[in-house]
Nanobody, 125 residues
Framework: QVQLVESGGGLVQAGGSLRLSCAAS????????MGWFRQAPGKEREIVAT????????YYTEPVKGRFTISRDNAKNTVYLQMNSLKPEDTAVYYC??????????????????WGQGTQVTVSS
């Protein structure tokens, strides 16, 4: 089982930037794909971005393409989400999660588990 702890959320004005971090422990981090997801009030949790175990393959949902960048540092057991040009519609609780199986390249929420506690991102207009 893997434990995940997110950090880096906060309140930012539209057009600003934030960098989220997710620290992992409990299993071999470098064997598993990672993902960032978000859930806005009254909405279902949705995928934001994923990255494969080596960091060589990334996926972004259309609304964040060109603005967000997912990356990972396997030496530090950490995955990041750099968020630029933030918009009010990016306001949500952001969660990181690990793929439930190693050595996969996947972009479906159902393939991820071991959720962190989430970090709030609020973008004011």
């Amino acid at each position: 089982q893997v434990q995940l702890v997110e950090s880096g959320g906060g309140l930012v004005q539209a057009g600003g930037s934030l960098r989220l971090s997710c620290a992992a422990s409990g299993r071999t981090f470098s064997n598993y794909g990672m993902g960032w997801f978000r859930q806005a009030p009254g909405k279902e949790r949705e995928i934001v971005a994923t990255i494969n175990w080596r960091g060589t393959n990334t996926y972004y949902t259309e609304p964040v393409k060109g603005r967000f960048t997912i990356s990972r540092d396997n030496a530090k057991n950490t995955v990041y989400l750099q968020m630029n040009s933030l918009k009010p519609e990016d306001t949500a609780v952001y969660y990181c999660a690990a793929d439930i199986s190693p050595f996969r390249v996947r972009q479906s929420l159902r393939d991820f588990g071991s959720w962190g506690q989430g970090t709030q991102v609020t973008v004011s207009s």
